[in-house]
């Protein structure tokens, strides 16, 4: 079977999985997760949920914690600790097949103090994040490589590119506008998918462009680049030498992308986060750990 890695990332940007006895030197963290806003949310997780109430949507078991109700997914699989991870959805929990449920029990509730502090933030960032959301409408602004652009419905310009075009600022402190062909009465989802296909169409020119800049420095080669639009991670690579990029990374500053681009390529050395792969992702970017926490702090809206 074809080895196959994912960077797994949770909707905080919060505590990556908090590994349990045996104790052993942990690699440091794998590709920090995605902050980003839903765009067709059920409600936020402060109107869904009574304040005592905790429950994941994959909810398998329940457990009270203090004055809590805590219902979280569980999952056994290969691994040799048992994980907690909190995001938006709420506590999943992972544990080696061979660990008895009480031992994962007696583990949450060593842990409860931690668990609903997590749980408590995901609460609280849940009606933040839903503020990021882009409403597509004429004149609406958005990030592009980190800085700002605005967006003109224009179905009069004569665009010398299909469907958009960039207009730089005119002035210090303005921002660029991305004109595209539509008529003013254009509905929301069509104004969204131009704009989208353009961010897309600029994603994959430019992902192309920085994996041939980065995978000589990394003596690697990797055979094919696919966009992904996945919720919940940046990107993932396979042994076939395969690349996949979350085309929403456009929306970003060039060096968060460029460590999203290294990291990947890495794994065509090294199929895990194990020290050794860090040492390749160090060999071309030194302050690969700044760049993870800026990643980590990042909002990425999603508007599906």
């Known amino acids: 079977m074809q080895r196959f890695v994912q960077l797994a990332l949770d909707f905080l940007g919060g505590s990556p999985p908090e590994p349990v006895a045996p104790a052993r030197p942990t690699a440091p963290p794998p590709l920090p997760p995605l902050r980003v806003v839903d765009?067709?949310?059920?409600?936020?997780?402060?109107?869904?949920?009574e304040p005592a109430t905790w429950h994941h949507p994959r909810a398998n078991r329940t457990l009270r914690l203090g004055a809590c109700d805590v219902a979280y997914?569980?999952?056994?699989?290969?691994?040799?600790?048992?994980?907690?991870?909190?995001?938006?959805?709420?506590?999943?929990?992972?544990?080696?097949?061979?660990?008895?449920?009480?031992?994962?029990?007696?583990?949450?509730?060593?842990?409860?103090?931690?668990?609903?502090?997590?749980?408590?933030?995901?609460?609280?960032?849940?009606?933040?994040?839903?503020?990021?959301?882009?409403?597509?409408?004429?004149?609406?602004?958005?990030?592009?490589?980190?800085?700002?652009?605005?967006?003109?419905?224009?179905?009069?310009?004569a665009f010398t590119q299909v469907g958009a075009v960039v207009e730089p600022a005119?002035?210090?402190?303005?921002?660029?506008?991305?004109?595209?062909?539509?008529?003013?009465?254009?509905?929301?989802?069509?104004?969204?998918?131009?704009?989208?296909?353009?961010?897309?169409?600029?994603?994959?020119?430019?992902?192309?462009?920085?994996?041939?800049?980065?995978?000589?420095?990394?003596?690697?080669?990797?055979?094919?680049?696919?966009?992904?639009?996945a919720g919940t991670r940046w990107g993932s690579a396979s042994a076939d030498g395969s690349i996949r990029l979350n085309w929403r990374l456009i929306h970003l500053k060039l060096d968060m992308i460029d460590y999203?681009?290294?990291?990947?390529?890495?794994?065509?050395?090294?199929?895990?986060?194990?020290?050794?792969?860090?040492?390749?992702v160090a060999r071309v970017l030194p302050d690969h750990a700044q760049r993870r926490r800026a990643l980590r702090e990042a909002a990425v809206p999603l508007d599906d």
């Open 73 to 157: 997914e569980f999952k056994r699989g290969k691994r040799r600790t048992i994980g907690l991870s909190v995001s938006t959805d709420g506590l999943s929990v992972s544990a080696p097949r061979w660990t008895p449920v009480g031992e994962v029990e007696a583990l949450l509730h060593d842990k409860s103090a931690w668990v609903l502090e997590k749980l408590q933030s995901a609460r609280q960032r849940a009606g933040e994040m839903a503020q990021a959301r882009i409403h597509w409408a004429d004149g609406v602004e958005f990030d592009y490589l980190g800085e700002r652009m605005r967006l003109a419905l224009d179905p009069t310009h």
């Open 39 to 49: 765009a067709a949310p059920a409600l936020p997780m402060n109107q869904v949920f």
């Open 260 to 280: 999203v681009v290294v990291h990947e390529l890495s794994h065509l050395h090294h199929m895990d986060h194990s020290p050794q792969f860090w040492d390749v």
């Open 170 to 229: 005119t002035e210090a402190g303005g921002i660029a506008t991305l004109r595209l062909g539509l008529s003013q009465s254009a509905q929301e989802t069509q104004i969204r998918d131009a704009a989208q296909a353009w961010l897309m169409k600029r994603a994959k020119a430019l992902f192309t462009e920085r994996l041939d800049h980065f995978a000589p420095q990394l003596g690697v080669r990797y055979s094919k680049l696919r966009l992904s639009s």
